[in-house]
C-alpha cells in the first residue's frame, strides 16, 4: 500500500510540476512587463511555436526583446541572430517588418556599428506605418548622435 501511495504522490507532483512549467503568452508577458528577462525569455521560447502562424514572428520578437535584456553576452548575441532570421522571413508589407528594422538598428547602435544601424533606420522608415512614427523619431534621436548623414536626417525629419 505504502509502495502505491508513493507512485501515486509521485505521479501527481510530476503533473503539477508538468503544470507549472507549461507557460502561456500571458505568463510570458507578465514575465516581461515584471522585467522578469530570463523567465520572459524562456517563456516566449516555450509558447512562440505554439503560436498561430500569423503571431509566431511577433512574439519571437518579444523573445528577441527579453534575451536582449537579461545582460548575458550569449543572450545577447542569439537574440541577434534570431532577429536577423526574422527579418529574413518577414513580409516588408507587415508594420512588424518596420519594428524588427527599428530593433535591429538599435541593436546595431549599442554594438558600435553606426552605419549599420543608419542602414536598417532609413529601411524601417521606407517601410514604416504612421502608428511607428513615435518610435521611429526616438530610434532617429539616438541613430542621428552617433552618425551624421544627411540622407538619414533628411528621411528621419520627413
Known amino acids: 500500500m505504502k509502495t502505491k501511495l508513493a507512485v501515486l504522490l509521485s505521479t501527481m507532483m510530476a503533473v503539477c510540476a508538468s503544470a507549472q512549467a507549461a507557460k502561456t503568452m500571458a505568463d510570458a508577458q507578465k514575465a516581461y512587463v515584471s522585467g522578469n528577462w530570463k523567465e ?92 511607428q512614427y513615435v518610435v521611429l523619431q526616438k530610434v532617429c534621436q539616438a541613430v542621428k548622435t552617433k552618425f551624421h548623414s544627411d540622407d538619414l536626417a533628411e528621411r528621419c525629419e520627413s
Open 40 to 131: 520572459a525569455a524562456a517563456a516566449y521560447a516555450s509558447v512562440c511555436p505554439k503560436e498561430p502562424q500569423d503571431k509566431q514572428a511577433e512574439c519571437w520578437l518579444w523573445n528577441v526583446l527579453a534575451l536582449s535584456q537579461t545582460g548575458e553576452a550569449k543572450s545577447f548575441k542569439e537574440a541577434g541572430k534570431r532577429l536577423d532570421s526574422l527579418i529574413q522571413v518577414v513580409n516588408p508589407q507587415q508594420s512588424l517588418y518596420s519594428d524588427l528594422l527599428m530593433t535591429s538598428a538599435q541593436f546595431r547602435l549599442y554594438l558600435g556599428k553606426y552605419d549599420k544601424a543608419a542602414e536598417h533606420l532609413i529601411q524601417a522608415i521606407e517601410t514604416a506605418h504612421p502608428h
